[in-house]
């Protein structure tokens, strides 16, 4: 089988460590050992210590584990929501948010905007307990403008702001003081195996879940926050978790520390800049955001003419595998993503073939 | 390092063919592939037809995958009962899943034995809606007779019978026609790397799910059981799921068929007998649960004259790392995990060193 690599917008291409961290994970046992020992107990701290150190994550705020972010969203509308939250909805992912909160028979509320159009009202009900942001929509391609963010945090300093960081961090740089809880799944930016979600929360995200339990709402049970908080607390998880995957995340954290968290998102604006430069030279394409403030960084999104099957099949040959529309946009988009572990000599080989497609 | 074998109750050893999957996975892009393709697709259906064969699922149960077991205690509880589920408990895991009963405001009820001891009384409250069994209680070593579990089958036609196969499948046999619903967790007999639960529901619990709902209680969101089946029905899942965990699965699933599952269940056995008469034979153990109809073939436990760690010792400078108790029995107890990747000849020097010590 001839070589690929992966530019989907997740699961992805695996970062290049990962197979000789495997290696050491089969040496040192660590799918043997168990999740009440001092070994796991270190594996959890240090993946804890430079996940911190990485996302820049600020004093007062803490990291849990859980299997993906679709468990976190359940997790922050069962434990940090007693009646509504306010969505902000530009793609699917950040609609399917909305839908778990309707799931738990929430009065929550949404602004949507059309697919690619950004938000200009950023008013919200009154009632509003939490506003969830999606910094990086990964079905279409949209980055949520960080100014409007911070609009966002001095307008409602009462309500706690919930940000999606999937495919975003740590490629995009944010200053977590901005929200109060983030959360992400690590197939993404990452480069690791799926089955990972880190859930990142402050004090605030604390006393709005006592105001929960106190109002006698169910927050779950292994994972309500207050168990991830009393195991956490010992460098620990309620139930038997996702050990080889903490492991990996601390192995690529420090792989990714290595090379800078600053390095990597100034390498990530250069790749996605040649990426729809490319895209606008070219006749066939163009970048399905209009407005480059609020073009993903992450996932570079564009309309195809006469559909996507021609340069999927141009882009396989070559070895290079990219994601298809999402959705509706199934066969008419190409989603290429542009993570960590894609270098800038491989992007500029798909800037190549764009240009002489 | 010196070269370990865990004979811990789960975690425990990797089951020795996993190291050469983790390679095929990284070969195969394993990681990197979208779990909404055809790769993945096949993976799954691999994975379920093999689970199938091995445990000899019978026509009209579905398998779906989650994270832990802990997790399916809580889908367990949020789709399968409306008011009121009755738990047998022996033992700390079985009380755990009649806690996130109660976490999730149920009225269940309980029959509580001292650790150890039989369960006697079978009744079940009137309005019972679904009752829970655990095959092997982990924590103490107990194995619930399954002549008992066909009473209950009997008396409460009426009633889900919900089975916890945590370390007992496939090393231990059961027809699962005895039941509505069982899981387990893979880190145990199956000796994969912990993060991924195994779901088996019958038709029944289908109809029970609409029943649920038409009951207006909160069934969850990307997890529900109409979720899971309307993607489980093509081969997928509704979030990204731990892929690695799934394909290991069905390679180790596989690798276990060509051994087939009654000479590993008939293995089991007779190691499990070497290690209780090792046990008895030995002036310094004796085994926790007297009734030997009761013991667990699969977590041998035994009390330790003077506490454990004299035991652990010795046995540690062979390279045998066996498990402490569970809770309060931490330095009193023994638990020798007893699991398919455990060699006959391996059991038997353990024996010895009993013998020896």
């Known amino acids: 089988m001839k070589h690929q690599i992966y530019f989907t917008p997740g699961p992805s291409q695996i970062y290049y460590t990962v197979p000789d961290h495997l290696k050491s994970a089969v040496k040192e046992d660590v799918m043997c050992i168990s999740h009440r020992g001092a070994a796991f ?3 959890f701290g240090q993946t804890r210590s430079s996940l911190k150190t990485l996302l820049n994550v600020p004093d007062g705020y803490d990291i849990y ?5 679709n468990e976190i969203w ?3 509308i069962q434990n940090l929501v007693i009646e509504s939250s306010h969505h902000f909805i530009n793609g699917s992912f950040a609609k399917k948010f909305y839908q778990f909160a309707q799931s738990y028979q929430k009065s929550s509320t949404h602004t949507t905007v059309a697919d690619g159009q950004d938000f200009e009202d950023l008013s919200i009900p009154e009632g509003t ?7 990086n929509e990964t079905s279409i391609g949209f980055g949520f403008d960080q100014n409007k963010l911070k609009q966002l945090r001095e307008a409602h300093p009462d309500k706690l702001i919930a940000l999606d960081g999937v495919s975003a961090f740590p490629a995009v740089g944010l ?15 990452f ?5 990972l979600g880190v859930w990142v929360v402050n004090e605030r995200c604390f006393q709005k879940y006592e105001e929960v339990k106190k109002a006698g709402v169910v927050t779950g049970s292994y994972h309500d926050l207050s168990d991830l908080k009393s195991n956490g607390d010992k460098n620990q998880t309620p139930e038997t978790p996702n050990i080889l995957g903490i492991y990996l995340l601390g192995k690529v954290c420090e792989d990714m520390l290595f090379r800078g968290a600053k390095m990597i998102q100034n390498d990530t604006i250069y790749k996605a800049t040649i990426l729809y430069q490319a895209l606008e030279r070219s006749p066939k ?9 609020t073009r993903s960084k992450t996932v570079i999104v564009a309309n195809c003419e006469g559909g996507n099957a021609a340069i999927l099949k141009a882009l396989a040959a070559k070895g290079f595998v990219i994601g298809k529309g ?3 946009y199934k066969d008419s988009h190409i989603r290429i993503a542009n993570f960590p572990v894609h270098s800038k000599e491989q992007v500029e080989l798909i800037c190549d073939l764009i240009d002489s497609f």
Not at 285 to 293: E, G, L, M, S, Y
């Open 326 to 328: 999402y959705g509706s």
């Open 129 to 135: 307990e939490l506003i969830s942001v999606t910094l």
């Open 285 to 293: 394409f163009n970048p399905f955001i209009d407005q480059k403030t």
């Open 41 to 43: 107990q270190k594996i």
């Open 191 to 195: 480069g690791l195996p799926a089955g």
């Open 175 to 189: 200053d977590l003081n901005l929200v109060d809880t983030a959360y992400f799944s690590v197939q993404k930016c």
């Open 74 to 76: 359940e997790r922050i």
């Open 65 to 69: 584990f859980t299997s993906s972010a």
